[in-house]
T-cell receptor
Framework: GAVVSQHPSWVICKSGTSVKIECRSLDFQATTMFWYRQFPKQSLMLMATSNEGSKATYEQGVEKDKFLINHASLTLSTLTVTSAHPEDSSFYICSARDPLDRSNQPQHFGDGTRLSIL | QKEVEQDPGPLSVPEGAIVSLNCTYS??????FMWYRQYSRKGPELLMY????GNKEDGRFTAQVDKSSKYISLFIRDSQPSDSATYLCASFTGGGNKLTFGTGTQLKVEL
């Protein structure tokens, strides 16, 4: 079945640095990928929808200059957290939809990236 | 009001028990309903996926959707310790594939 790979799985860095997270669809081409953030014991909150070859669509309240999204190919989307601060520490999860999936399953999720800012 | 409401738990049951997990939603446009299982520090894994009202069974899992009352349920029969996880319900309209999640219910199945 469709697999979405996310890297790294865990990153710890100092406040003020930028962190890049990669999301890859391994056996299908994804024109659309989604980025979520999940705080402890809370649900997944959609941050942005990443569209291949065009600008990402951000949800209300999400700073586009803070969370840079690039979807340069049909199998790769990246999320860069710029000038990260401790309040950005969270679990970031990406997902992708296989447009050829006849079962119409909505999205396949990666295993997430745990980001800890010191 | 959140579009999808779910009791966060935690819910603790003995091994072999029948588990009932529930969500309510407010958006009448929702047509597709999912249940995801999420283990600690992992991404969500799709368990059940249904369209409109009705029941769907897969092994020990049964999903029910009642659109008239905007109620979503997941039943787990013969629960096992390996079922211990957080269960998230989610819905979408079918247009833009934008999922709306509940907060998740933490389930613990004890020996």
């Amino acid at each position: 079945g469709a697999v979405v790979s996310q890297h790294p799985s865990w990153v710890i860095c100092k406040s003020g640095t930028s962190v890049k997270i990669e999301c890859r669809s391994l056996d299908f081409q994804a024109t659309t990928m989604f980025w979520y953030r999940q705080f402890p014991k809370q649900s997944l909150m959609l941050m942005a929808t990443s569209n291949e070859g065009s600008k990402a669509t951000y949800e209300q309240g999400v700073e586009k200059d803070k969370f840079l999204i690039n979807h340069a190919s049909l199998t790769l989307s990246t999320l860069t957290v710029t000038s990260a601060h401790p309040e950005d520490s969270s679990f970031y999860i990406c997902s992708a939809r296989d447009p050829l999936d006849r079962s119409n399953q909505p999205q396949h999720f990666g295993d997430g990236t745990r980001l800890s800012i010191l | 009001q959140k579009e999808v409401e779910q009791d966060p738990g935690p819910l603790s049951v003995p091994e072999g028990a029948i588990v009932s997990l529930n969500c309510t939603y407010s958006n009448s446009a929702f047509q597709y309903f999912m249940w995801y299982r999420q283990y600690s520090r992992k991404g969500p894994e799709l368990l059940m996926y249904t369209y409109s009202s009705g029941n769907k069974e897969d092994g020990r899992f049964t999903a029910q959707v009642d659109k008239s009352s905007k109620y979503i349920s997941l039943f787990i029969r013969d629960s096992q310790p390996s079922d211990s996880a957080t269960y998230l319900c989610a819905s979408f309209t079918g247009g833009g594939n934008k999922l709306t999640f509940g907060t998740g219910t933490q389930l613990k199945v004890e020996l």
